[in-house]
């Protein structure tokens, strides 16, 4: 959990938020992993000059990764799988149900 300060006179914190908490539960072995993250992040402003306040907003994530062997994983992973339609950037809303999978092959 953090706790954003603003020391600057005059000025708004912007685009960070004054509250942030983040909760990743892992379990793993050598075959199969998987982690569960939760991050939750209060209001904050926008702009230093303007007055326009980004909401909060809470997302969930999964990843896993299976190893077929030392060389050859597969792995998918999710984020924002709540749906939530939030801003990390002023105008710009971030991906919801952003899915991804793929292939990692070491040599």
């Known amino acids: 959990w953090t706790q954003?300060?603003?020391?600057?006179?005059g000025k708004n914190l912007t685009a960070l938020p004054a509250h942030r908490g983040v909760l990743s539960?892992?379990?793993?072995?050598d075959q199969f992993?998987?982690?569960?993250?939760?991050?939750?992040?209060?209001?904050?402003?926008?702009?230093d000059?303007?007055?326009v306040t980004l909401l909060a907003y809470l997302t969930v994530?999964?990843?896993a990764?299976?190893?077929?062997?030392?060389?050859?994983?597969?792995?998918?992973?999710?984020?924002?799988?709540?749906?939530?339609?939030y801003q990390v950037q002023p105008g710009y809303?971030?991906?919801?149900?952003h899915v991804r999978g793929g292939i990692e092959i070491i040599f």
């Open 33 to 47: 992993e998987t982690r569960l993250s939760l991050q939750a992040f209060s209001d904050r402003q926008a702009y």
């Open 93 to 97: 809303l971030e991906p919801q149900f």
């Open 25 to 29: 539960v892992y379990r793993g072995d």
């Open 65 to 85: 990764t299976y190893h077929l062997s030392k060389t050859f994983s597969l792995w998918l992973n999710g984020d924002n799988l709540l749906g939530q339609s």
């Open 4 to 9: 954003g300060l603003n020391q600057v006179d």
């Open 49 to 51: 000059t303007a007055s």
């Open 61 to 63: 994530g999964l990843d």
